[in-house]
């Protein structure tokens, strides 16, 4: 900041930089609704009109993500700015100090300059304008200056489309809101006991019979391979990566429906349309189980160019110890093959791990040993305690849908705790990021979804984002509260949290 710091303080118009001002609480940062809230804010005395059409320039490289703001100022103003040189909003790759998904952003009276040191950072940039952007024609862009940094890598949600399935479309729209938070992973839950959602080649019952069903008893539904393939290239855009999710050896009664073989007494299985969990599991260690994963896991490492694959692994309770394990280091070794790397929830940890394969947390009912363990064994984390972040939990007594045997989650609660301190032995250094579920069993819309994702998808994006310390709920709920025009905007279905401060 330098020079232009002490000019600033010396004319007495400098207001706070949000990370030194919330440290003794209150801040700067707050007086303008961001969420996330970013690293560094400071208030400028001037903003920048926008009085005139519109002009953004960006390199070729980043033609992408000026696109997404030309739609957002649309969307905003109502006026489409153009495309073209030396703009007064300037898009640019000359920001080496950003790293891989920061931004530094300033706004004043000259215009607005983005600057990162990759699209994926710009386009974050581009999600804390569309949060700045006055709405209607004639107005302006308040001053200021903004320079963000993430703290996690992964910023996760998890849909699934097993219990109920949710088409193309709705995926798409909730790639569209979990961006706009600045979150850059969406697991997506592709099988389980109600449904098989993703086409195998050369298993074609997967989906004829196991994609035929869902909670309810329902239609069901599944992606062909170019539905899945859109899914990822729409994500993309948006610099959110998939992670597909085959859950094994158990969560899979949809294949044992589909195809005899898989169970130990060659009988198929009658397909499953309610809630239990934990009854199924493949005919572990036969050939015709290892067939039928190793095709599996090919088939799904081919539609995904991500590095992640998620083998599921929770809630077996029908193999014994040695079998789970056995069939998880298999697992591990066809992943692997693949050259991806393994995700599986906390139970994985009982097994044998690579130190790249990645341990989901979960579980907060139950002792975190298994977490520990894989944490012994090198692997780094992604938190999801239920009891913070299933965004399928009730918020309270009176939600209309969610379950609750992980208790009442309120937005105070999937707000109000630290990824580096929710399990003991496990720091900063051992969690890769965060990442919110929706479990689906009594979730049927996407606005089923909305009304369960908001407002406690923004928390939780803060959590993943923004600096702990400069973290408080009041002062984000305080932010948070400015957002319900957005979501009317946008059309979001919201839960009005009472622990909100509405302004309307
Ligand atoms: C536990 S979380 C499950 C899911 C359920 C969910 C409902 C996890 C790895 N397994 O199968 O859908 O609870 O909240």
Redesign the pocket.
């Known amino acids: 900041m330098g020079e232009s710091w002490l000019a600033r303080m010396a004319a007495g118009v400098l207001v706070g930089v949000a990370l030194a001002a919330c440290a003794v609480g209150g801040g700067v940062a707050d007086e303008v609704n961001l969420v996330p809230l970013p690293s560094e804010v400071e208030i400028l005395p001037a903003g920048f009109a926008l009085d005139e059409p519109m002009v953004i320039s960006a390199p070729p490289e980043a033609a992408a993500v000026a696109g997404h703001l030309v739609r957002a100022v649309l969307d905003a103003t109502g006026r489409r700015p153009e495309l073209g040189a030396a703009g007064a909003v300037r898009l640019s790759l000359d920001a080496p100090q950003a790293g891989a998904e920061g931004y530094d952003l300033v706004v004043d009276p000259d215009g607005v300059r983005l600057s990162a040191a990759t699209p994926a950072g710009l386009f974050w940039g581009v999600q804390t304008l569309r949060q700045l952007l006055p709405t209607g024609p004639g107005r302006q862009i308040d001053g200021i200056r903004v320079s963000d940094r993430p703290r996690f890598a992964w910023r996760g949600a998890m849909l699934?489309v097993a219990?109920h399935f949710f088409a193309v479309a709705d995926v798409k729209r909730y790639i569209d809101l979990i961006s706009a938070y600045k979150l850059n992973v969406l697991h997506l839950?592709l099988s389980?006991d109600q449904g098989w959602r993703l086409a195998i080649d050369g298993w074609p019952d997967l989906t004829a019979v196991g994609g035929s069903t869902e909670i309810g008893g329902g239609p069901g539904g599944f992606y062909d391979a170019d539905d899945y393939r859109e899914i990822v290239a729409y994500a993309r855009d948006r610099f959110v990566e998939i992670v597909p999710e085959i859950?094994l050896p158990g969560?899979t009664n949809a294949a044992l429906a589909s195809y005899a073989e898989l169970n130990c007494d060659g009988r198929r299985r009658e397909p499953y349309t309610g809630?239990k969990?934990g009854f199924s599991a493949l005919c572990v260690g036969s050939p015709a189980t290892d067939r039928f994963v190793s095709d599996v896991v090919a088939a799904v490492a081919r539609l995904t160019p991500g590095p992640y694959l998620h083998i599921?692994?929770?809630?077996v309770q029908t193999l014994s110890a040695q079998e789970y394990a056995a069939f998880v280091e298999r697992a591990q070794e066809l992943v692997r093959a693949t050259g991806k790397r393994m995700v599986g929830?906390?139970?994985i940890g009982k097994a044998k791990l690579a130190a790249d394969s990645i341990t989901?947390f979960?579980?907060t009912n139950d002792p975190p040993d298994e977490v520990q363990q894989a944490v012994r064994q090198g692997g780094k984390l992604v938190m999801?305690p239920?009891s913070r972040v299933?965004l399928?939990?009730k918020y309270d007594a009176d939600t209309r849908i969610g379950?609750d045997?992980?208790g009442f989650v309120e937005v105070r609660d999937a707000y109000e705790w630290d990824p580096a301190t929710v399990v003991q032995g496990v720091g900063e250094q051992d969690v890769l990021g965060v990442e919110t579920?929706l479990?689906?069993?009594t979730v049927e819309t996407i606005a089923d979804v909305e009304y369960l994702a908001f407002p406690r998808l923004p928390a939780v994006a803060e959590v993943a984002w923004s600096p702990q310390r400069a973290r408080s709920f009041d002062r984000f709920a305080a932010r948070l509260a400015s957002h319900a025009a957005l979501w009317k905007r946008w059309d979001v279905t919201y839960h009005r949290s009472p622990q909100i401060p509405w302004a309307d």
């Open positions: 699934d219990r839950h389980d859950d969560h809630m969990v599921g692994g929770d809630e929830w906390q139970e989901q979960w579980q999801s239920a299933y399928d939990m379950l045997w992980a579920p479990w689906t069993e």
